[in-house]
């Protein structure tokens, strides 16, 4: 993918820390923001379901906005790197990180936590 900014074409939010997000580009993800709103003292409100339920995509499809004055947002860019951040590594994705950095099955699964067998 290239390096540019993706814009929302919709969000649907699921309570009590999930946005459901479909990009303009036709892909959708599901992120989870409850470590964003736990640790950012600015995303406070969103901890009241009530404030969290109300978000929606902004009139350009740069951010997901919980107040009309805009001020409560969350930008595209950071919710796509929230998504790349969540998604889970595929079989042939994770070979070819294991290739990549020259790691053994052992040295693979001792790096992540795991026995060689799981």
Do not use: C
Not at 63 to 78: G, K, P, T
């Amino acid at each position: 993918m290239k390096n540019e900014i993706r814009k929302i074409a919709s969000v649907h939010v699921e309570l009590p820390t999930t946005v459901l997000i479909d990009w303009k580009d036709g892909r959708s993800d599901v992120i989870d923001l409850a470590g964003w709103i736990g640790n950012a003292e600015l995303l406070a409100p969103l901890r009241d379901p009530k404030v969290f339920a109300r978000g929606r995509v902004d009139e350009y499809g740069a951010a997901v906005i919980w107040d009309d004055a805009e001020i409560l947002a969350i930008d595209s860019l950071h919710l796509d790197l929230i998504a790349r951040e969540q998604k889970p590594f595929s079989t042939d994705e994770l070979i070819a990180w294991q290739q990549e950095a020259g790691m053994t099955d052992d040295d693979a699964a001792d790096f992540v936590g795991a026995s060689p067998s799981e």
